[in-house]
């Protein structure tokens, strides 16, 4: 890589899965990787590699101004935010807590936008940047159970494509990473809140047995593997000139086509006979 081309990257939620995967790359091109997250101790493999773990969380004002400034006394610029920390909390919205409903949009959203706001005067004054923020296709269509979740990724798509437009005139590039189904541990997790969630409510039954198909789609060969979202992000961080979405990863170009295609009823109907599928 020549020194032109090599950039300063601050990401987040770095410690597994996507992250970790996509800090290992950006690393192993030559680009200096900031990578942040809660767990530090699970990115200590990655110094072997030249990047740089840095302990964040996006829900912590103050633990993102640090993290920004260790960027900057270090480099004294930051070419390229990834934003990839989030979680995902399923459940019928009558039964999520409003405080576990709060930290999901607080993580997904709050804690993207405002990292953004951090960085976003350092691009504005360096003339360049890019801005890479991971949604997910749960912005573009709603499964069985996902209430708060889509609310959340719908949101940052909204969020993308407004800050897009505000930043073209500074020279800073706003991107949407857009993954289908990948084999995280993400998956477990939903679906383990799911069935937590739904213990001893009317939702139980079929909740349990969405829950349950979760753990098995996750457990299965059927989805991609992380390191195709992070081949995703590679390019998006490296291209001239990036696309404004990048699609990727098992299902993501059926679930947005079939959403665009069946009729809103047909949907629904559909969500629900997969919500009853035992597995």
Known sequence: ????????????????????DAALMLAE?????????????????????????????????????????????????IDVLINNAGYGYFGAIENVPMEDARRQIEVNVFGLARLCQMVLPIMRNQGSGR???????????????GGWYHVSKYSVEAFSDALRMEMKPFGIDVVMIEPGGIKTE????????????????PYE??????????????????????????KAISRAVNSRHPLA????????GAIVFFHWLLP???WDALMRVLGKVKK
């Not at 801005?131 to 159970?145: C, D, F, P, Q």
């Not at 997790?189 to 409510?201: F, V, Y």
């Open 205 to 230: 039954a079929t909740a349990l047995n969405e829950s349950r198909a979760f753990h098995w789609i996750y457990d299965s060969k059927f989805l991609s593997k992380p390191s195709v979202v992070a």
């Open 131 to 145: 801005i890479i923020n991971t949604s997910s296709v749960a912005g573009k269509a709603v499964l069985y159970y």
């Open 29 to 77: 091109q030559g680009h200096k990787v900031y990578a942040a997250a809660r767990r530090v101790e699970k990115m200590e493999p990655l110094r072997e590699k030249g990047v740089i773990p840095i302990r964040m969380d996006v829900t912590d004002e103050s633990s993102m101004a640090e993290g920004v400034k260790t960027v900057l006394d270090a480099d004294g610029r």
């Open 245 to 252: 979405r990048y699609r990727i990863g098992a299902y993501s």
């Open 1 to 20: 890589m020549n020194k032109s081309d090599k950039k300063i990257i601050l990401l987040t939620g770095a410690s597994s899965g996507i992250g970790y």
């Open 186 to 201: 993400w998956g477990h997790i939903a679906a383990d809140h799911l069935a937590a969630s739904s213990k001893d409510t």
């Open 264 to 266: 809103t009823r047909w």
